[in-house]
């Protein structure tokens, strides 16, 4: 994504990942994937450096709402080559003469580094905050993952998405399978999983897979950045409110039905309603004024 007017003060210490806020507020996180001729595919680094970048927005609580983008042509090319290639060969390898080459221990491992794989992206569902996924060029495999796990998805015109692991003999297992069927619908989920198919924006927005579609990537960059901006202003109560009653409602909507969902809310707003961030909006709407509200 082309960067927007708005500029962000980006913390030293990674590499595969830009991570700042905005200069203005400081509301406005922004984690930008930031290996362009990998086409922004995960490697190791990248896996340890983005949810390392997630939680250090988490600690700062002026963060209203996070932007996560991508340098470069294309947001994600799923799982670097190399990578790939290191991480499974060895895994299918034994060595004789050594505890690891006990079938069992080497699965249970194996299931250790998926696990911490799919915590790497479901740490932004973690979040208080909203998360924005601003899509340009490919989004494939890995990107898919990420995107899913994130609140809203824009994109640029250029933009494609494809569920790519059938086609690399892996059934997708960091998310994917899980979170899109509630996304876009169970059948649509099926065939794009089944067929790994490159699905362009067009098609992404009228499946539901993102929200709106922009022009070029710098006109993706301003309207992303107007939508957090708009999402930044409210009261951070509120939105953290509606996005924890959202997941829930997911998670358990099926389980619990609506009736299950309004007692959860209602206990919800029981707990929280009544609150500072009420008190200022009421004294704005008196005054005539935006409503200032304190960090979280």
């Known amino acids: 994504m082309q960067q927007s007017s708005m500029q962000f003060s980006f913390q030293p210490g990674f590499t595969a990942v830009n991570v700042g806020w905005d200069d203005t507020t400081g509301a406005i996180g922004h984690i930008v994937l930031n290996r362009p001729t990998k086409s922004n595919a995960f490697d190791s680094v990248m896996w340890r450096e983005f949810p390392a970048a997630v939680r250090l927005l988490q600690q700062r609580h002026e963060i209203r709402v996070l ?13 670097d080559l190399a990578y790939l290639t290191d991480t499974f060969g060895s895994k299918m390898q034994q060595q004789p003469g050594n505890s690891s080459s006990c079938p069992a221990r080497m699965r249970y491992a194996f299931r250790e580094d998926i696990l911490q794989m799919q915590e790497a992206f479901t740490v ?6 909203p998360v924005i996924a601003a899509v340009q060029g490919a989004c494939v ?10 609140d809203l998805r824009c994109c640029s015109q250029d933009a494609y998405f494809s569920v790519k692991e059938v086609d690399l003999a892996i059934t997708a297992d960091l998310g994917t399978l899980q979170r899109l069927p509630c996304i876009i619908g169970h059948g649509a989920a099926a065939e794009l999983a089944l067929t790994g198919r490159s699905v362009p924006a067009r098609e992404a927005a009228q499946l539901g897979l993102v929200s709106r579609v922009a022009g070029s990537a710098t006109n993706l960059a301003a309207a992303v950045m107007q939508l957090a901006a708009e999402i ?3 009261s951070p ?13 997911r998670d358990h909507g099926s389980a619990g039905g609506v009736a299950g969902g309004l007692a959860h809310v209602a206990l919800w707003n029981s707990a929280y309603l009544l609150s500072g961030d009420m008190a200022e909006l009421l004294a ?3 005054a005539r004024r935006p409503p200032a509200f304190s960090k979280l």
């Open 67 to 79: 932007v996560i983008s991508a340098a470069g042509k294309n947001f994600c090319a799923g799982l």
């Open 141 to 150: 495999g890995a990107g898919v993952d990420l995107i899913t796990a994130a």
């Open 124 to 129: 932004l569902e973690q979040c208080l905050f």
């Open 232 to 234: 930044a202003a409210k």
């Open 284 to 286: 704005a709407l008196v």
């Open 237 to 249: 109560l509120a939105v953290a409110g509606t996005k924890a009653v959202l997941l829930h409602t």
